[in-house]
C-alpha cells in the first residue's frame, strides 16, 4: 500500500530536549515536505525537499532542522523544542518534476512542548 | 504574497443536497490547485488536483473548476452523505524567490446531517 509514515505519531516532550520526528514514504517520491498546522494559521510549510541532499526553507523553518540523505526519508529535527512548535505535524511526498503531482499526506504528529 | 481565501468557513447541510466549496486565490500565477479532505485528527486526503492549464477534475461525485484569470475554484459536491463531513482544504503551488511554494487556505469545514 502506498503510504507516507510518520513517526511518533505523538509525542509530549520538554523544553530543550533534542528530538526527531521520522516521515517515510514507499512510493519512490523525489519531492517530500513538512508543514505545521496550527489553529487560526491553518498549513504553514516549513521544509521541504526536491530530493536526495537538495533541501530548501518553507515559509517557518526557524527551530527547526531536516536532512534528506535517503530518498524514502526525511526526518524533521527539532534541536532545542520551544512550546511555540507545539503543533500539528505533517509530512508530504509526491513525484518529482516542477511543480506537478499530486501530494500524499501523512496521519500526522501530534507534539507537546512543555 | 499569496493568500488563499475559503469562504464560508462552515457549512452545514441535509444529505442529498448539491453544494459548492469556494477557493480564491490572489495571485494568478500559480502551477497547479489541489483540493484535500480532512477528518478529526487524520492526515490530509487528497482529492482532486488541477493543473494551471486545466479547467477542471472530475472524481466520482466530486468536480473541481479552475479559472486562472479571476482567481477562483469551486469544490462541487453532489448529493452529499454523511460520510463527507469534514474540512476541505485547497492549496496551490507558487514560486517565490525561486523557491516552490504550497499555500493553503484555512478550509471549510463540512456537515451533512441524516
Known amino acids: 500500500e502506498a503510504q507516507v509514515t510518520q513517526n511518533p505519531r505523538y509525542l509530549i516532550t520538554v523544553t530543550g530536549k533534542k528530538l526527531t520526528v521520522t516521515c517515510s514514504q514507499n512510493?519512490?517520491?523525489?519531492?517530500m515536505s513538512w508543514y505545521r498546522q496550527d489553529p487560526g494559521l491553518g498549513l504553514r510549510q516549513i521544509y521541504y525537499?526536491?530530493?536526495?541532499?537538495?533541501?530548501d526553507k518553507g515559509d517557518v523553518p526557524e527551530g527547526y532542522k531536516v536532512s534528506r540523505k535517503e530518498k524514502r526519508n526525511f526526518p524533521l529535527i527539532l534541536e532545542s523544542p520551544s512550546p511555540n512548535q507545539t503543533s500539528l505535524y505533517f509530512c508530504?511526498?509526491?513525484?518529482?518534476?516542477?511543480?506537478?503531482?499530486?501530494?500524499?499526506f501523512g496521519e500526522g504528529s501530534r507534539l507537546t512542548v512543555l | 504574497k499569496q493568500e488563499v481565501t475559503q469562504i464560508p468557513a462552515a457549512l452545514s447541510v441535509p444529505e442529498g443536497e448539491n453544494l459548492v466549496l469556494n477557493c480564491s486565490f490572489t495571485?494568478?500565477?500559480?502551477?497547479?490547485l489541489q483540493w484535500f479532505r480532512q477528518d478529526p485528527g487524520k492526515g490530509l486526503t487528497s482529492l482532486l488536483l488541477?493543473?494551471?492549464?486545466?479547467r477542471e477534475q472530475t472524481s466520482g461525485r466530486l468536480n473541481a473548476s479552475l479559472d486562472k484569470s479571476s482567481g477562483r475554484s469551486t469544490l462541487y459536491i453532489a448529493a452529499s452523505q454523511p460520510g463527507d463531513s469534514a474540512t476541505y482544504l485547497c492549496?496551490?503551488?507558487?514560486?517565490?524567490?525561486?523557491?516552490?511554494?504550497?499555500?493553503f487556505g484555512k478550509g471549510t469545514k463540512l456537515t451533512v446531517n441524516p
Open positions: 508530504a511526498s509526491r513525484v518529482g518534476g516542477v511543480y506537478t503531482g499530486e501530494l500524499f
Open positions: 512510493m519512490n517520491h523525489e519531492y
Open positions: 525537499s526536491m530530493n536526495v541532499e537538495v533541501t
Open positions: 495571485d494568478s500565477a500559480i502551477y497547479n
Open positions: 488541477i493543473q494551471s492549464s486545466q
Open positions: 492549496a496551490v503551488i507558487i514560486t517565490q524567490g525561486g523557491s516552490e511554494k504550497l499555500v
